[in-house]
């Protein structure tokens, strides 16, 4: 970053030392055995507090999972390491946790009866489809986080981070959903996860190579490990092609959703009480319930309005609150 900015943002005099950094973040210096003893136990702990949470959908239990999380110190660990150029033992923890999470969040769905429908869970629905948006937060989070790190004076905005990054929440819920067999969703989760980790290793990376924590053999260089930089790059376009491609699918899912209700309500506008409930889309079927106490309009009217208005192919079905469910057809190319 341009160094006006940098001094405003990290003026010198609150800049922490690299020692007192690396003591902070890497586990296997110092005091190993407190510090690694204190991370399985926190991790541990906050898994099974955030599978409870998710599996009885409550908020404030997974927030309280995700302040005492300790994922993000390894996380920002291989940030460090990666601008020093050393290798740290920071990525076989990440990875040991990682799978500690996920068969916690495994174990629990057992917990869940196998007609259970994961996504009427809003712990696990707002977790397995991430888009865009979430990368963007997850981005400024992190920067917030490395900022927090390497400042002393605004250590205390470190539990908001906790709870804004949230790492130990979608692995929970990618276990429970391998747990159920739901592997998409699983995956899902999974994504998100990932998006979360680059953008703290990328924030990371970035904030403390402009402070010079960039120190090789015994000194400090202003030298970015452009390597480094290159691989996280590569990473960050693997995880955001899926969210950009589910970003899309949102909001076309969204527009040909508005369109149909729109469509439907026309349609019903001369029929006296009736009126659309819902519209959602399963597969490449467009579901419209409605509510009518008399006998609906004639469905090929519905269908003709849709033309245009949605893509070629899609399966149209009406559902009425009288039990009555009518193909109305394809939509026409």
Not at 49 to 71: E, K, Q, R, W
Not at 197 to 208: C, P, Q, R, S, T
Not at 222 to 231: D, F, I, S, T
Not at 295 to 323: C, F, H, K, N, Y
Request: proline share 5%.
């Amino acid at each position: 970053m341009p160094g006006q900015l940098r001094d405003r943002v990290l003026p010198d005099r609150q800049r922490r030392s690299l020692e007192d950094l690396q003591e902070d973040l890497d586990l296997s210096s110092g005091d190993t055995r407190s510090k690694q003893s204190a991370f399985w136990t926190m991790l541990t702990l906050s898994s099974v507090i955030a599978a409870g949470g998710i599996l009885t959908d409550s908020t404030a239990t997974v927030i309280g999972a995700m302040i005492i999380a300790p994922l993000s110190t390894p996380i920002m660990g291989i940030a460090l390491g990666a601008v020093q150029r050393r290798r740290t033992t920071a990525v076989t923890f990440v990875a040991a946790g990682c799978l500690v999470v996920v068969v916690i969040g495994a174990v629990a769905s057992l917990a869940l009866p196998q007609s259970y429908d994961l996504l009427s869970n809003s712990q696990i629905s707002g977790r397995t489809s991430p888009g865009l948006m979430d990368l963007i937060a997850a981005l400024a989070t992190g920067f917030a986080g490395a900022v927090a790190l390497a400042r002393k004076d605004v250590a205390a905005v470190l539990p908001g981070v906790a709870i804004a990054i949230s790492l130990v929440p979608p692995l929970v819920v990618s276990g429970v959903c391998a747990g159920q067999t739901s592997w998409w969703l699983a995956l899902g989760a999974l994504v998100l996860f990932l998006s979360n980790l680059l953008a703290l290793v990328f924030a990371g990376m970035v904030v403390f190579a402009a402070l010079g924590y960039t120190r090789t053999s015994g000194r400090r260089t202003g030298r970015a490990p452009r390597r480094a930089y290159v691989m996280v790059a590569l990473l960050f376009t693997a995880v955001l092609l899926p969210l950009a491609a589910n970003t899309v699918t949102t909001v076309l899912l969204n527009l040909w959703t508005f369109r149909a209700t729109n469509a439907a309500q026309r349609w019903l506008a001369d029929t006296p009480g009736a009126a659309v409930t819902s519209v959602d889309a399963q597969s490449r079927t467009l579901y419209i319930h409605v509510r009518a106490p008399g006998d609906l309009p004639p469905i090929q009217d519905l269908l003709g309005d849709l033309e245009g208005q949605l893509p070629a192919g899609i399966l149209v079905v009406v559902d009425s609150t009288r039990g009555q469910q009518i193909t109305a057809g394809k939509i026409a190319g």
